[in-house]
């Protein structure tokens, strides 16, 4: 099974901030499939980043995604205020398809 | 526009099974597959598995295994997820999701396992 960790765990920044998450997986990740979500509370997560770094569908391009193999980030190059939310990584390379355990974005 | 509509709550006692359906509609069905992923009370996102919506084929989560099975009807353009032998840590928001790294999601349905 493939081990994501996430960092930070919380990361407190301001509106108009650069904010760099990390996901570092225990194995090459197979076919660079890693994808970021978002998450608010209350809702369903919501897809940013798929194949490490293609946006998904309505994902402004102040979003980013970096990496291969065991190494991956999500940038967010100014941060508005509906930024701050929950971010996890998974993999979908191999089964299971595993996901990281959270890095909170708070003002 | 692509939809994903879940079933209620349920509150289940332990050693029950619960059957949570989702239902799909703005795509073809049979395309996508669907992924089952669950969240804990304050936790994270935990995958579950997924079935492949055009042929049945499924993919569970080792630790569910015995436990879950994932169905579609492909006629009503519904997913299935049915956990048996429910315990207190199955208690989660579970989540049916298109594709396997999950590009639209269901709302959620919140499964309370208590005695």
């Known amino acids: 099974e493939i081990v994501l960790t996430q960092s930070p765990g919380t990361l407190s920044l301001s509106p108009g901030e650069r904010a760099t998450l990390s996901c570092r997986a225990s194995q090459s990740v197979g076919s660079n499939f890693l994808a970021w979500y978002q998450q608010k509370p209350g809702q369903a997560p919501r897809l940013l980043i798929y194949g490490a770094s293609s946006r998904a569908t309505g994902i402004p391009d102040r979003l980013s995604g970096s990496g291969s193999g065991t190494d991956f980030t999500l940038t967010i190059s100014r941060l508005e205020p509906e930024d701050f939310a929950v971010y996890y990584c998974?993999?979908?390379?191999?089964?299971?398809?595993?996901f990281g355990q959270g890095t909170k974005l708070e003002i | 526009q692509v939809q994903l509509v879940q079933s209620g709550a349920e509150v289940k006692k332990p050693g029950a099974s619960v059957k949570v359906s989702c239902k799909a509609s703005?795509?073809?069905?049979?395309?996508?597959?669907i992924s089952w992923v669950r969240q804990a009370p304050g936790q994270g996102l935990e995958w579950m598995g997924w079935i492949n919506a055009y042929n049945g084929n499924t993919n569970y989560a080792q630790k569910l295994q015995g436990r879950v099975t994932m169905t579609t009807d492909t006629s009503t353009s519904t997913a299935y997820m049915e956990l048996r032998s429910l315990r207190s840590d199955d208690t989660a928001v579970y989540y049916c999701a298109r594709q396997l790294a999950p590009d639209y999601w269901g709302q959620g349905t919140l499964v309370t396992v208590s005695s």
């Open positions: 703005g795509y073809t069905f049979t395309s996508h597959s």
């Open positions: 998974q993999q979908y390379g191999s089964s299971p398809y595993t």
